[in-house]
Nanobody
Framework: EVQLVESGGGLVQAGGSLRLSCAAS????????IAWFRQAPGKEREGVAN????????YHADAVRGRFTISSDNAKNMVYLQMNHQKTDDTAVYYC?????????????????????WGQGTQVTVSS
C-alpha cells in the first residue's frame, strides 16, 4: 500500500514563494513516478509537474515552467514542489500522486488517470 502525505500549503501573497512536501511510504521509492497536481474550485485536476526518482528526469507544465521546480530526496522518500513568483491563478488544492513504473527511466504523462495513489491534498491560496 502506497501512502502519500502532503504538507506545506498556506496563504502567500502574489509574487511570493512556498515549498510543498510529499512524504511517500513505499517499499522501493525508485520504482515510482511522483507528480504534483492541483485542483481549483470548479475546475478539473491539472498536472503541474512530475519526476522519475531513479534518474531524476522531470517535466513541468507550461503554466508553471520557470516558476515551479519539482525535486526529490530519495534517502527520505520525499518529493518537493518549490513554487516561486506565485500568481493568484496558482490558488488550488495541491495533490501528490504516484504510479508504479515498470521501466526505471520511464516518466508518465501528467494525466490524473495515469496515477494510482493520491494524498489528501494541501491548500495553497495566493492573494493579490
Amino acid at each position: 500500500e502506497v501512502q502519500l502525505v502532503e504538507s506545506g500549503g498556506g496563504l502567500v501573497q502574489a509574487g511570493g514563494s512556498l515549498r510543498l512536501s510529499c512524504a511517500a511510504s513505499v517499499f522501493s521509492f525508485d520504482e515510482y513516478a511522483i507528480a504534483w497536481f492541483r485542483q481549483a474550485p470548479g475546475k478539473e485536476r491539472e498536472g503541474v509537474a512530475n519526476m522519475n526518482s531513479m534518474d531524476e528526469t522531470t517535466y513541468h507544465a507550461d503554466a508553471v515552467r520557470g516558476r515551479f521546480t519539482i525535486s526529490s530526496d530519495n534517502a527520505k522518500n520525499m518529493v518537493y514542489l518549490q513554487m516561486n513568483h506565485q500568481k493568484t491563478d496558482d490558488t488550488a488544492v495541491y495533490y501528490c500522486g504516484a504510479t508504479y513504473i515498470a521501466t526505471p527511466t520511464m516518466l508518465p504523462g501528467l494525466a490524473s488517470y495515469e496515477y494510482d495513489y493520491w494524498g489528501q491534498g494541501t491548500q495553497v491560496t495566493v492573494s493579490s
